[in-house]
């Protein structure tokens, strides 16, 4: 009870003042905005092939969309030559893992950490699997390193694809590559047994 009788007698400016006063400290914090989203932002495509085998690529997905102008981009055989090796995303070369031996388009692939890259031509693209891992871009790419390369046909999608898109199918049978209008497919699965 004393504290409602005392205030009570406080008047309606000293409470006023007090509930600015309150507030003052949460007033002063300064705003911090959240960071940029990066223009070819991490992504990964995972699938568990079966009890012992788990692939997972890791790309940079870059955009349609110029980050720095906001134009729309011309990307096969502009901005990603054809005929020449790529990095198959943005920033650092793309890397896939396998916890057990697969068959990648048909070849078989040991288990392990490797980077991806890709040579694009216009029916079809020459997928390369290195073992040099933690590259940025291709600018240090090694054929002598190359592990297996394999071609497989590219072909025209009627949808256009603003992001670089690497997923595997519902039935984890290949890796889909897509962006602009341009996609390929890649017959991935387990190796077979002996």
């Known amino acids: 009870m004393t504290n409602f009788r005392l205030t009570s007698r ?19 914090q300064k705003s911090i905005p959240p960071e940029k989203a990066p223009a070819s932002p991490l992504q990964m495509a995972a699938k568990k092939l079966d009890d012992a085998t788990y692939v997972k690529v890791t790309y940079g997905s870059p955009r349609l969309q110029d980050p720095k ?16 090796v790529w990095r198959l995303g943005a920033n650092a070369a ?4 396998a916890t057990a031996d697969i068959e990648f388009a048909g070849k078989k692939l040991p288990a392990g950490t490797y980077s991806l890259f890709a040579i694009p031509q216009a029916d079809k693209w020459t997928l390369i699997v290195n073992k040099d ?3 940025w871009g291709a ?9 297996l390369r394999v071609d497989v046909p590219a072909k025209k999608s009627a949808d256009t694809y603003e992001a670089l898109t690497i997923a595997f199918d519902d039935k984890g049978t290949a890796l889909n590559i897509s ?16």
């Open 69 to 84: 102008t906001g134009q729309k981009r011309v990307i096969f055989g502009k901005l990603v030559p054809q005929g020449e």
């Open 94 to 97: 793309t890397e896939l893992t």
């Open 10 to 28: 406080l008047s309606l400016p000293t409470l006023a003042a007090l509930a600015f006063l309150a507030a003052t400290p949460a007033l002063a």
């Open 139 to 147: 600018y240090k790419y090694n054929k002598d390193n190359d592990v």
């Open 179 to 194: 962006w602009e209008n341009t996609q390929v497919s890649v017959p991935v699965r387990p190796a077979k047994k002996g």
């Open 133 to 135: 891992v933690g590259q």
